[in-house]
DNA sequence: GGGTACATGTAATCAGTTACATGATTTA
DNA sequence: TAAATCATGTAACTGATTACATGTACCC
């Protein structure tokens, strides 16, 4: 009996889950605003998710759904106990999945044989040049005072992760050109 | 007139045609197999996907498909004229996308406030191993005497990110456990 | 000659993307 | 009060994931 838990919850109910969480009550434009600041600079989300996302969850119980019967009737979500406790468990399971890096200059690099020099370079000026301003994006974050422990360690790893990208998209340029 | 160009080719219909490319002649399996040894580190693309797009692109008159009348009747994919042309145009133009870095380690990191602490230290103690593990793999490969070049710089990015990742989640490690 | 791993696909489902559409606020 | 932007969704499509299924080669 029972024991047909877990409709397979994706990466996108736990990051609803997790956002609900942090801010207890929420709409889905609430969730869209914290993502496009923070979470979504690795992971992007597109808002129509956000949306359809939390209708989903509500249906499996995971969310309470509150509408305003006047005006812009925004839907606005909470966790139930159901919800927080599947969010809990998620969070207390470790993963294994490694990251994916996803980028399309990298993929063109690899297959840079079938390319011209030229637009290669000129492919690895234009992606430092993207990480030169992704990192004063994130400079500009880390300069607000009080930020949360675990929001500042993730935006760590996105400094160090642009840092390293302008150094390396700036190697690549050169090597690109030499000869041999 | 014409001007309706590129039903949309996605990132997979540019693998292939990179890969065809590069193989001058190839299979799915084949294409299988030099993905989960290369790029796929990065960037997986599950193997029906390399069944499909083919034949799409196919359809689309960017491949030839030869098909072997007995045994196992093996689809070999060949560039045309217009496939070669569409890969080289896809190629020589920069990209402004950025980086997308996925990773469920991240994304429960993010939402660490929800989490005990030990989970966590155990959480980021495990990401360390695990792109240990992964640097090794590079390292592997990076041994092989002779890589084609562009193969070897995206093989670099890979050796980078493994090596900062692992100091990263070690830092993160000691970060959550203690106070404040 | 039976098992195991490699090889080659297809089918069904579903999440994610893109596009569309409109209501509410602000500001010029 | 018109324009622009912010806010809130829905709909359609299709690519990606998962699962299924079977054929072929190798090895014990």
Redesign the interface.
């Known amino acids: 009996m029972t024991a047909d838990k877990a409709p397979s919850l994706t990466?996108t109910s736990?990051?609803v889950l997790?956002l609900v969480?942090?801010h207890d009550a929420c709409t889905s434009y609430d969730m869209k605003r914290t993502v496009s600041g923070?979470?979504g600079?690795?992971?992007?989300f597109p808002h129509s998710q956000l949306y359809a996302e939390p209708v989903r969850l509500a249906e499996l119980g995971l969310l309470s759904e509150e509408q305003e019967p006047s005006g812009r009737k925004r839907r606005t979500y909470r966790l139930t106990d159901a919800g927080r406790e599947a969010?809990?468990l998620?969070?207390?399971?470790?993963?294994?999945?490694?990251?994916?890096?996803?980028?399309?200059?990298?993929?063109?690099?690899?297959?840079?044989?079938?390319?011209?020099p030229e637009?290669l370079r000129?492919?690895a000026e234009?992606?430092a040049a993207?990480?030169r301003k992704?990192l004063a994006e994130y400079e500009a974050i880390a300069a607000i005072p009080h930020i949360?422990?675990?929001?500042r360690?993730?935006l760590?790893?996105g400094l160090?992760?642009e840092r390293?990208?302008i150094r390396?998209w700036e190697e690549?340029a050169e090597?690109?050109t030499e000869e041999?």
């Open positions: 990466p736990y990051l997790g969480a942090r923070s979470i600079y690795f992971w992007t969010l809990r998620w969070l207390a399971e470790p993963t294994d999945e490694p990251t994916e890096i996803r980028d399309l200059a990298v993929l063109k690099l690899f297959f840079g044989r079938e390319a011209e637009p000129i492919l234009r992606a993207a990480h992704r949360e422990k675990h929001e360690l993730t760590e790893l160090r992760f390293h990208s390396y690549v090597e690109v041999r």
